[in-house]
């Protein structure tokens, strides 16, 4: 990314207002007063100097994940969402699975190693859609068509209309700085923006099916705070299921592995 210019967006649009923390019940309140503010434009410019988009080889736990150009190769922040699914904090047995921004493929592996029911995979990138299919059916198989569907779609955008999922899934490329490369932008650098359209998009078409959870990863390199104000707001109430420190020089980082549920209407 440019950071010679770092721009940050306007972080204070989303945030709560003391009246509306005031009113969040508990545990909800002292919840939201403990997430971190954001980083400074220089920080998150920093410690994001490693994304990696010029393609590769990419291992997890013995699998391995050929990652063309253009494709995010997993991080550190991915493997908070990949170890959640693989140890089974987050449970996929018997579940309907929407991994959106599955990059290079490794969640619907996993879900599907781990007893996932139906799996919805999809990015809006066509080359991670692509690479993700290769790789679930060299690690588990063929796909079942009737199961598993490899979808490019902007957010839920060709989700087919009544799909409804106990589980989604994302690592959203929530950072609120700009880059110029278009590859970049997409895996890391859109802003909260994303994150207020994935929240809107679930609430409103109702894709979470009774009892599910959305399962997300942001830190205070994002507008963590402000998501998460708007997701209260649209009627979520988030759960911090692990938190996540980092060695130097991303000690500066707060991960949180966020469990989101929906409240009835
Ligand atoms: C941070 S990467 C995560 C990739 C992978 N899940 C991982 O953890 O390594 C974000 C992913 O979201 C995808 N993405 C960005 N904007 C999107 C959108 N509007 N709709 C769907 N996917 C999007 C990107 O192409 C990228 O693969």
């Known amino acids: ?5 770092p721009r940050i967006e306007d972080v204070y649009g989303l945030l709560l207002s003391p009246d509306e923390i005031a009113a969040l019940p508990e545990p909800l309140g002292s919840l939201y007063l403990s997430l971190p503010p954001m980083l400074s434009a220089e920080e998150i410019a920093r410690v994001n100097r490693g994304t990696k988009v010029q393609g590769g080889e990419y291992v997890y736990r013995g ?13 550190g922040t991915s493997e908070v969402i990949f170890d959640a699914l693989h140890d089974g904090l987050v449970e996929t047995q018997g579940a309907s699975v929407i991994v959106m921004g ?13 007893g996932a029911r139906e799996i919805h995979a999809m990015d ?5 859609v692509a690479s993700s299919l290769a790789s679930f059916e060299r690690h588990t ?3 079942d068509p009737d199961r598993h569907h490899f979808l490019v779609s902007d957010l839920f955008s060709a989700l087919p209309r009544g799909a409804r999922a106990d589980l989604i899934v994302f690592n959203p490329p929530a950072n609120p700085l700009r880059s110029d490369d ?7 650098f859109s802003g909260s923006a994303i994150m207020v359209r994935f929240f809107d998009e679930i609430a409103s078409r109702e ?3 009774p009892g599910g ?9 994002s507008n963590l705070q402000g998501i998460v104000g708007h997701a209260l707001r649209r009627g979520f109430r988030p759960e911090i299921l692990r938190r996540k420190t980092w060695p130097a020089p991303y000690d500066k980082i707060l991960t949180h592995l966020l469990s989101l549920t929906l409240d009835a209407r």
């Open 1 to 5: 990314m440019d950071d010679r210019t």
């Open 63 to 75: 699998l391995a994940f050929a990652v063309p150009p253009g494709v995010l190769v997993p991080g």
């Open 102 to 114: 599955c990059g290079a493929g490794v969640e619907p592996v996993l879900a599907r190693r781990r």
């Open 124 to 128: 809006i990138h066509e080359a991670s």
């Open 141 to 143: 198989g063929p796909r």
């Open 182 to 188: 278009p590859d970049l932008a997409r895996v890391n």
């Open 207 to 209: 894709l979470l099916a």
């Open 213 to 221: 959870r959305v399962i997300t990863v942001l830190s205070n390199a």
